[in-house]
């Protein structure tokens, strides 16, 4: 059950529930796992969603997103300038060279799981490995600052400097995308708080022992603007660049953030 004891509190949930919910996000590591493994030149972003569904529904879970508002994947998956909400299809082969981000959810027993991970394929370019790398250590950012006792934003301000700092460290821009970010969840996918991937520190519902959210960072190697094609789902960059989204579904705990979407 989500608890609201106390106002201007990120929903928390008890010890035994946040197994339940690693339990699913295990799935979920599973299924990216099996479809990085799957993702070869020639084959389509389809074959790469029936390979998710597959290891989710093995494992008796349900793809969170397929139906989804009407999503029809398991996956989504965005290849060089998608940066989210790429849909599965027979026409999107991959090639070497590209730079692919899954997105996958997965319910088991009632909770939610949700992760994202951007690699390349084949030879890619030292532009985006620099970019899947600084979208990771941003996550890592992120994911260091949900401790109990912070503020939503601290997350939030903790992306940005993670930004910042892989900027220094790789001698590029990256943009931070504008308009998307991280969410709750629970016994649904998407819950409230949304969280920003950057902003000042400070503001927001507090973290205690059990709040959870998905944190998910993307980064450009241009812009920080986006559009939506005419599908209603697929998001790309204005300019073309190329983007990464990774994420992880994180709890607060006694001990430090739990990170409750671990990949085999």
Do not use: Q
């Amino acid at each position: 059950m989500v608890r609201f004891g106390r106002r201007g509190v990120v929903p928390f949930r008890s010890a035994g529930e946040l197994d339940a919910m690693a339990a699913a996000g295990a799935v979920v590591g599973a299924a990216l796992v099996a479809v990085r493994e799957a993702t070869k030149p020639g084959v389509s972003t389809l074959e790469l969603d029936g390979v998710a569904e597959a290891v989710i529904r093995d494992a008796g879970a349900v793809p969170s997103f397929k139906g989804y508002h009407g999503f029809p994947g398991s996956i989504c998956s965005s290849v060089n300038d998608v940066v989210v909400h790429g849909i599965p299809s027979a026409e999107v082969v991959i090639a070497d060279g590209d730079l692919v981000s899954i997105d996958c959810g997965a319910i088991l027993d009632g909770w939610h799981g949700d992760s994202a991970w951007t690699f390349g394929v084949g030879e890619i370019s030292e532009a985006d490995a620099d970019l899947s790398e600084a979208t990771r250590l941003s996550l890592e950012a992120g994911i260091a600052a949900m401790v109990d006792g912070a503020r939503l934003t601290d997350i939030s301000h903790a992306i940005e400097l993670g930004t910042l700092a892989a900027r220094e460290k790789f001698g590029r821009h990256f943009g931070i995308v504008a308009g998307y970010g991280g969410h709750g969840i629970g016994r649904e996918m998407h819950l409230d708080p949304f969280l920003a991937n950057e902003g000042p520190a400070g503001r927001g519902p507090r973290l205690v022992v059990g709040s959870t959210l998905a944190i998910e960072p993307m980064l450009t190697l241009g812009t920080e603007e986006t559009s939506v094609l005419d599908d209603d789902w697929t998001v790309v960059t204005d300019d073309g660049s190329r983007a990464a989204h990774w994420e992880h579904t994180v709890a607060v705990t006694a001990d430090g953030p739990r990170i409750l979407t671990l990949r085999p």
